[in-house]
């Protein structure tokens, strides 16, 4: 279970305990992987997502070593993503067939959707494991460095509060950068800087009041909103490459229901960063101090 971080102790020893109980709940993922594959993979890239981004989130005070880790995560993580991607693109074809008005097409195009997604190399598993296990090594003695020095710097609730105010400026600047486009890059990126601050907002959890669990359950929606696009973005390109003679016409339905996705995600942005990084900061302050 996640260590709840408590704000009447020191924040240096509770962001350590913080950042080892998710360095345990990795662990215990990359070893479950010898048991119940599938399962495993799925909970230990959330998981490694979320070590990054707090890692992320505590750079400036982080000994060099954190480098070493972050290099380590994202190998891993590298390693990992064939195992979702060999999945999504048939899942979202299901999913989007299902809403589909009648098409003469369809079953065509479904054939070729299922013929590409088992076309798709399964992955080395034994080399994978291989890999989770070295992994594992690297995390276990990130976690003994960490208890003989854990920070370079000091942290306090000022230091942690101008930390996530700046997270919370970037999401709120890419989002400003992206709102309305229709580039399938830039909704990623901006994708990646809510989850971001998403992640970063679990770790003062306890501190939350209902405009702070508002806006972590808001970006939850919007990144989910945003993830199901980027599903659909492969799907089009997918279905452009089909010799179907129908094909534009989903093609065009695709586009539609991703533009949607988009613009409903806008929607829900905007509310969520209604605020300035300034108020934003004070009102973390309060509720950490």
Request: proline letters at 3%; one cysteine or more.
């Amino acid at each position: 279970m996640r260590y709840q971080t408590r704000f009447d102790k020191p924040l240096e020893q509770e962001l350590q305990r913080y950042l080892e109980s998710l360095i345990n709940d990795l662990a215990l993922e990359l070893i479950r992987t010898r048991f119940d594959f599938d399962s495993a993979v799925h909970n230990a890239r959330k998981l490694i997502k979320e070590l990054r981004a707090l890692l992320r989130l505590l750079k400036p005070a982080c000994h060099e070593a954190h480098d070493d880790l972050l290099q380590t995560l994202r190998t891993t993580a590298h390693a990992l993503a064939p195992y979702r991607d060999c999945f999504v693109m048939l899942n979202a074809w299901t999913r989007f067939a299902a809403a589909l008005p009648s098409h003469p097409d369809i079953d065509k195009i479904s054939a070729f959707i299922q013929e590409e997604a088992e076309r798709v190399p399964a992955p080395d598993r034994e080399h994978t494991q291989k890999l989770l296990q070295e992994t594992n090594c690297e995390l276990l003695k990130h976690k003994d460095l960490l208890q003989q020095r854990p920070w370079s710097a000091e942290i306090d609730a000022d230091w942690l509060s101008s930390r996530l105010a700046r997270l919370y400026r970037r999401g709120q600047n890419e989002f400003q950068r992206v709102q309305g486009g229709i580039d399938a890059e830039d909704r990623h990126e901006l994708r990646k800087r809510l989850k971001d601050l998403m992640y970063a907002l679990r770790v003062i959890k306890p501190a939350w009041n209902k405009s702070l669990r508002r806006l972590h359950n808001g970006l939850k929606k919007v990144t989910e909103g945003l993830g199901d696009a980027n599903d659909l973005n492969l799907l089009e390109h997918a279905v452009a490459d089909t010799d179907v003679s129908g094909r534009e016409q989903i093609r065009l339905e695709l586009c539609a229901a991703q533009q949607a996705l988009w613009e409903k995600a806008d929607q829900q942005a905007a509310r969520r960063f209604a605020d300035t990084d300034a108020k934003f900061n004070d009102l973390i302050h309060k509720r950490i101090s």
